[in-house]
């Protein structure tokens, strides 16, 4: 997806001025995770309707709030179409939000994507109004599929969630972005600062993390990190990189032999 250099994140009918989503699993507490998504800048926050008391409060809902950080529920730890799409529909209803981040994992193992399951959820959220950001694997032609469903932006994992390992294939995800009339969003595997650049100089549209940051050994400093990584992979991305070259090539000009 062809973008401008100031031009805003724009996924649905929503326009966001960071390209740092952050998630909010991990955090020792809501005080250290509050001083985390203040550094990192971001405007979107993945909250796990599974995992939170929307009706009695955990705090958390409270927080982004106050922040101002508009919430993007997710649909983690659902196995089946079925369960990701009930899961979705309870969180519209709780959080009067027609976003939602579709997570549909194989095995608890690998919590890698079940494309079958994944896409079946996904046509059928698309068809009852959401706004749908895929978790899915890095394969281009899962990412079509999933954009000619009506998803709203595709996220590619450079890794396993959680793992740290960064991207592991960084040309499928140049290739999902060159086919992309979509936002693409790297989900997954951030481990560090440079990995986030990488994902943006790649073309991504932005990157979602949690663990990277929110298990980290000072949260807010690595969150300092990340926004910083994004912005610098961005804007490399739209400085024009030079061409890769075999030999040695001077930067100052040959002396004149006259």
Not at 55 to 79: E, F, H, S
Not at 185 to 210: N, P, R
Request: proline letters at 6%; one cysteine or more; charged letters at 25%.
């Amino acid at each position: 997806m062809s973008e401008q250099a100031d031009a805003p994140l724009i996924i649905g009918d929503e326009k966001f001025d960071s390209r740092l989503i952050m998630g909010t699993g991990g955090a020792a507490n809501l005080e250290i995770l509050e001083r985390a998504l203040v550094a990192s800048g971001t405007e979107l926050t993945t909250v796990a309707l599974r995992r939170v008391d929307v009706t009695g409060g955990t705090g958390l809902l409270d927080l982004l709030r106050r922040l101002g950080i508009r919430v993007l529920p997710n649909t983690a730890g659902c196995r089946t179409a079925a369960e990701a799409v009930l899961t979705a529909r309870l969180a519209r209803e709780a959080l009067e939000t027609d976003l939602v981040k579709l997570e549909v994992v194989a095995d608890e193992r690998t919590l890698l994507p079940d494309p079958v399951e994944l896409l079946d959820a996904a046509e059928q959220l698309v068809d009852d109004g959401f706004t749908v950001l895929p978790y899915t694997n890095d394969d281009p032609v899962l990412s079509r599929k999933l954009e000619q469903a009506g998803c709203a932006a595709v996220m590619p994992l450079g890794s396993p969630i959680g793992t740290g390992l960064g991207i592991r294939n960084p040309h499928n995800i140049e290739m999902i972005v060159a086919e992309a009339g979509v936002p693409v969003v790297l989900d997954a595997g951030i481990g560090t600062a440079s990995e986030a650049a990488l994902a943006m100089e790649l073309g991504c549209s932005a990157v979602l993390l949690a663990t990277a940051v929110t298990r980290a050994a000072d949260p807010e400093r690595m969150a300092t990190a990340m926004r910083r990584g994004v912005e610098a992979g961005w804007a490399a991305r739209h400085a024009g990189r030079i061409p890769r070259r075999y030999w040695a090539h001077a930067s100052s000009p040959e002396p004149d032999p006259a």
